[in-house]
T-cell receptor, first 113, second 119 residues
Framework: GENVEQHPSTLSVQEGDSAVIKCTYS??????FPWYKQELGKGPQLIID?????GEKKDQRIAVTLNKTAKHFSLHITETQPEDSAVYFC????????????FGKGTTLSVSS | KAGVTQTPRYLIKTRGQQVTLSCSPI?????VSWYQQTPGQGLQFLFE???????NKGNFPGRFSGRQFSNSRSEMNVSTLELGDSALYLC??????????????????FGPGTRLTVL
């Protein structure tokens, strides 16, 4: 089955710096790759997603890139702010009926001012 | 539009008991998926319901079950609770457009979760 690896597990940056989180997946048939942000005591919140027919997608300070050949995708956050501090999860959706998501283990991002 | 709601938010049970958790999806969404989140295993897919039918199932024992009602609300049940069942149980709703081997995966929106503690 699908397996998603996420790196790094923790990331500390200074306010204003960029942050990059990388994920690799194993099932070449996976076609959907969302990123979620989870704050303490809350459920995961979708921040951006990308489908396999697109190589890059951007939404203000957040961008995601997808390399299908290498089977990896990355989250880029520019001009980080303290409120970006949270746990970030990548996920991949195996090519099957339904909406099962296979998640990476998460990256704890700390942005210090 | 209201988001995904889950009740109760916190539960404390003892080993051997059973528990039922409830999820109300976003209005208009027909698919509900359940996930278990633990520090050790992370976020793991339990099952998905669409039009009152289980459409997809993760690798969990039969003690974990669910159902969906005609109004798309869903419940999950865990019987004979074990200490290892302590976790945050998350519900996610989606439109339910996906389907079939070539289907496009829907965007999923998560609720706040139910924190289950088994003593």
């Amino acid at each position: 089955g699908e397996n998603v690896e996420q790196h790094p597990s923790t990331l500390s940056v200074q306010e204003g710096d960029s942050a990059v989180i990388k994920c690799t997946y194993s099932d070449s048939a996976s076609n959907y790759f969302p990123w979620y942000k989870q704050e303490l005591g809350k459920g995961p919140q979708l921040i951006i997603d990308i489908r396999s027919n697109v190589g890059e997608k951007k939404d203000q300070r957040i961008a995601v890139t997808l390399n299908k050949t290498a089977k990896h995708f990355s989250l880029h956050i520019t001009e980080t702010q303290p409120e970006d501090s949270a746990v970030y999860f990548c996920a991949a959706s195996p090519n099957q009926a339904g909406t099962a998501l296979i998640f990476g283990k998460g990256t704890t991002l700390s942005v210090s001012s | 539009k209201a988001g995904v709601t889950q009740t109760p938010r916190y539960l404390i049970k003892t080993r051997g008991q059973q528990v039922t958790l409830s999820c109300s999806p976003i209005s208009g969404h027909r698919s509900v998926s359940w996930y278990q989140q633990t520090p050790g295993q992370g976020l793991q897919f339990l099952f998905e319901y669409f039009s009152e039918t289980q459409r997809n199932k993760g690798n969990f024992p039969g003690r974990f079950s669910g159902r969906q009602f005609s109004n798309s609300r869903s419940e999950m049940n865990v019987s004979t609770l074990e200490l290892g069942d302590s976790a945050l149980y998350l519900c996610a709703s989606s439109l339910g457009l996906a389907g079939g081997p070539a289907g496009v995966t829907d965007t999923q929106y998560f609720g706040p979760g139910t924190r289950l503690t088994v003593l």
